[in-house]
RNA sequence: GGGCCUAUAGCUCAGGCUGGUUAGAGCGCGCGCCUGAUAAGCGCGAGGUCGGUGGUUCAACUCCACCUAGGCCCA
């Protein structure tokens, strides 16, 4: 009986039912790198059409992690898209190696750099740079190279060894040139800015080095009488502003005196004396001081009071009335003591007003000479108890307390910081009208998701003129000079192009190296007093100028790119960052966006939506991924997602992609084995020649090719991925292949009906790798090894499958969709029969009895002969009137009826049919298995 | 505190922008079948009232307001 088995055509091939990825994926990047398949592809396309994805560099400072993996993964899948679509896709992977992280990392944890600063001034002497800078290039390299190593694993292809290094000589010397460019049109000035300091350590703080603690501070409350009474608010009397604050040192500094435009301010009297103070205040300021019994003469808008001019409290100065909003109801009197040289807010409004900045104090902490007597030398803290002295004894003081509040401290050494005015280099954002023309660009380009493009409407409308200097070691220098006779500061682009020659052959370093002179042009002398002695500037570029002048510096054609690029994609918090870098760099040199669409994808989250984070725990790494699963299901996680949003990861999730990961290969595993004795180029049968469903199966083919490519160019892979899935899950595996085993099983190996459905399969496979392939990378390349007939011999040499328009039809696929739904109604009968009526357990046990009313009538008819294949059943007989069965079942005038089916089982093909038996020689087996067996 | 965004079955996504029959799909789950895709394959079924509250409307998951939770950026 069971010798029939033999003669069956049952599917074989040596393609592995498992995956074993994490083991497997390694060998086939071996191979790619070996092969090269990445300049292969690009020759492949040799005088296509370009498109550029300009690589956004991730720092190199640690390992990747899910953001970084989720995101050279995306570019990795429309890289490989467009390559299949026929364009060039040169792909020139970049880094980001300057700036504080990796220099803190080395200050704090190499032995060598640290012994070096345990003398803190060692910081400023050039060897000391060098040194760090050495160490922290050294740690910089060690990490593009585990990088680069952990991206390849992730399956990326692209020109690896040869990446863009924003600390290689090459860029920096670029960049540097850029810059001269800059200087020249204009762009860039320098004025005071003031920086979070730590006395302690000398250095300029980054915001990311702050961290806020509780501290003890004073809480200082006094007056300030009226000078000028513009808003008459006193009547000619004398009359005070109440102020306090926390930093009574910073009063020496004091230019000005904040009010809220929309608060209410009152004048009051008590004992005889009028004071000036904001209207929610009044009663928590009254109390604080134990004033009783006063008399209120009159309230006054904010808005009013600005210009009335008062006194400084101790020093004959003026201090004018300002407004902004940043005054509190909570804290104070609502007047605010502002110190431009000593705080954030109070600099923007002192800049507004003009107000001027003093900051006399300086690296150390210590009051400078232009504080004056008594402060000259004085450190903060013995300044500000110098302060409350004075006050105390003109009587401005009112009363000292004390406040613990929330206040920035220096990460390092965990004392306290203080605001401190410098000078810095700036980039003028509206010189040359170039917030106006980036704010027009942003318009031409094509944003995904389109919220995209107000997040980075905003950001540009409102951000301030670029900061671009850095008290620093790691990081290209501002080659600026100071003539050491007057002081004078010169920016002179032929120096900058000078200094910029010497980077390109030596690097960066030789800023340090060299002797000044080295730089400067025949007979350069100071613009200002001809002086020709000059010391070098000391301070960095900003790491964002590193990264926003990637498109300038490498999008050239000598790389084989072009500028603009086609395409950036990043996460969504580059708009403020590098995109917006990228944008200012780009119109201020070209007028143009350096990109013509910029997609970006949100945050990954845990599963239950909340940040990744070391103290929750919930942190999962990439190379965990990778050694349970494979790159193939982190790269399939990704397509699954909308990532556009924050994206969520986790056991579940993962679970999920691995058992849609098994249903993938196991269909390419079948379609393949149904393939093994199939050469397209013999045995294919044209078209017309196809059986009726696989002309069907071809046109639901085409129709999702289209859809999916239409997905891609959208950048919805998401979409790509569920319409792919569904396809192979409901159409091919569980409709199709299921229908078709009869046909590829049963029939003559080389009959017509199974070389239909073989070339049909073949198609299907192709496509289906084909397309998924920029998606699920590494087993598309390995079931293509497979793939019968003469092919590529990469997946991603191949060409996307060109439109056939010959495939769609619509007549046929309606005629199919309602067998479809026929089909569907009989499904659910024979699940009766099976199950509460146990007529049948094997499909094919059954004999369905059909009748069906209006235009699918028609169709029935037309297909009566397929309905068994169909329904895999082994009988069916279409009736007039509403079977009478033991099972019947109804949907939408489609009455079936269910009974077992007639004769006996065919021993070779299962099907039960009445005439088994009719041959002598085959006593058990059905007419078609006969002549099959007997070579028609 | 401000800007932008998100919230549909256990999971991943549709739908709704142009408000109107029982809100869809696949996976997972449950129950079966098969043993000629077998650490596979097939079928059937049960799951949501669309984050919450209020409003507009004859009618809202879909529009508006507020709230809650979460995310990014900024302060």
Redesign the pocket.
Known sequence: M?D??KT?N??STEFP??GNLPKKEPGFIERWDSEELYFKMLKKREGKELYILHDGPPYSNGHIHLGTALNKILKDFFIKYKHLKGYKTPYVPGWDNHGMPIENKVTQEDKEVKELLKDRTALKKPEVKIKIREKCREFAKYWVEVQKKEFKRLGVLGDWEHPYLTMSTEYESEELRIFADLVEQGYIYRDMMTIHWCPKCQTALA?AEIEYKEKESPSVWFRMKVKEDKANLFDGDEGYALVWTTTPWTIVSNLGLMFHPDFTYVVFEYEGTKYLVGEPHLERVLKEFGWEDIKIIKKVKGADIEGTVFWHPFIKRESPAVLAEFVTEEEGTGIVHTAPGHG??DFEVGKKYGLGVLSPVNERGEFTEEAGEPFVGLSIDEGGKKVLEIMEQNGTLIKVGKIIHSYPHCWRCKSPLIFRATTQWFLSVDHNNLRKKALNEIKNVRWHPE?GE??IY??VSERPDWVLSRQRAWGVNIPALYCKKCGHVILDPQVIRNVADYFEKEGSDAWYKHPVEDFLPEGFKCPKCGGTEFDKEMDILDVWFDSGASNLTVLKESRGLRWPADLYLE???Q???WFNASLMLGVAKRDRAPFRAVVTH??V?D?Q???MHKSLGNVIHPDEIIEKYGADIMRLWVA????T????LGK??L??MV??Y??IR??Y??LL?NLYDFDPEKDSLPYEELMPLDKFMLHKLETLKREIDKHYDNF?T??V??RY??FV??DV???Y??VL??RL??WGKESKGRRSAQTVLYEILKTLLITFSPLLSFTTEEAWQYLPGKHEESVFLADWPANRDEWLNETLASEFEKLLEVR?AV??A??IA??EKKII???LEARVLLKVDGEERNVIEKYRDLLPELF?VSQVELVSKEPDAEVTYEKDGIFIGVTHAKGKKC????VWHEEVGKDPDYPDLCPKCVAVLKGK
């Open positions: 069971s029939y088995k069956l049952l599917p039912m498992r915001l954030k807010e919220e107000n997040r905003a950001s996460g969504s918090d708009h403020r960052g949100g945050w989250l599963e939506g909340r940040t699954s997602v909308d990532y949003e924050d994206v969520k579940e999730i679970q999920r058992d849609s098994r249903k196991n269909t595993r079948f084995g919805e998401h979409r991925f569920h899935f569904n899950v409901v595996s569980a409709f292949l299921d085993k009869d099983y049963t569907d499904l659910v024979l699940e099976r199950k357990s094997d499909r895999i021993a070779r093909c299962w």
